[in-house]
């Protein structure tokens, strides 16, 4: 198994590059023989790589706004099943310290996978982003925008509406609980965002809907995490349990 990434500052403040690679083990279905591990004897299991690189560019407007314009270009490689190719840009605005009491953000990405079956799936989306705090404790977070999908699978024709409306929680600083609801392309969704944290334990609980897939998933995997929930390294990282995940279609 694999986890190798690397981050460089090509231009100062302006131009970054960002390279990944995974190599994992996946059950190819999960109508066969469930592999738990590389050692498992099992034809239903294949060897994954991914690899990716996205070339970004970032420019700071005084206090006003900060910009940041991406493109990424991924390859899943699954033996023996499906691969993937995936090709994706984004363009996102964020308001800068001027807008703290209203901070916004505008963004808009588009997505195009190519399977090695001959399908494809194109996902658009633009998106306006605003938040208002009552007070410490209390803040609303409101999204709208439209998005276009032509997914496998998804029988959505056309451009759709998305909205969404969060509210936020905090009694503390330790303590966070966001409730969303909205609607996308294939309905109404609710998503549930919670995590408390106490002097040798930290609580999390998350639920959302996307609409996604697995070569997307695979090419955004995390195999090995680098830092405890308290953000403390983990000494031999490569030394955890990664389980073999089951490569549903795409």
């Given at each position: ?7 460089a500052?090509?231009v ?17 279905s ?6 738990t ?11 994954a ?21 991406a ?14 190719s ?7 605005v964020?308001?800068?310290r ?25 996902f658009r ?13 209390y803040?609303?977070?409101?999204l709208?925008?439209?998005e ?5 699978g998804?029988t ?5 509406a998305n ?6 929680w905090?009694p ?5 609980l ?11 969704n ?12 930290v ?8 609409l996604?897939t697995t ?23 490569g ?12």
């Amino acid at each position: 198994r694999l986890q190798a990434s690397s981050n460089a500052e090509i231009v100062k403040d302006l131009f970054f590059l960002d390279v990944r690679s995974t190599i994992s083990q996946r059950n190819q279905s999960d109508a066969g023989l469930q592999a738990t591990d590389g050692l498992s004897v099992s034809g239903n299991r294949n060897q994954a790589l991914t690899v990716g690189i996205s070339p970004i560019l970032r420019q700071r407007f005084g206090s006003f706004a900060d910009v940041e314009l991406a493109y990424s270009r991924d390859e899943v490689d699954n033996s023996g099943s499906v691969s993937s190719s995936l090709d994706s840009i984004s363009l996102s605005v964020s308001s800068g310290r001027r807008f703290s009491a209203l901070p916004w953000t505008l963004s808009t990405n588009a997505r195009r996978e190519d399977n090695s079956t001959g399908s494809q799936s194109v996902f658009r989306q633009g998106n306006a982003t605003v938040s208002y705090a009552f007070s410490r404790r209390y803040s609303v977070r409101v999204l709208g925008g439209m998005e276009n999908n032509d997914a496998v699978g998804n029988t959505e024709q056309g451009p759709s509406a998305n909205w969404r409306v969060t509210a936020i929680w905090t009694p503390t600083p330790r303590t966070n609980l966001e409730i969303g609801y909205g609607s996308q392309s294939f309905g109404s969704n609710f998503s549930l965002q919670a995590s408390h944290t106490m002097r040798r334990a930290v609580f999390n609980a998350s639920y959302n809907e996307p609409l996604t897939t697995t070569a997307f998933q695979q090419s955004q995997a995390v195999l090995f995490a680098l830092e405890d929930a308290f953000g403390n390294p983990i000494e031999n990282p490569g030394e955890q349990q990664v389980r073999v995940a089951t490569n549903e279609a795409a």
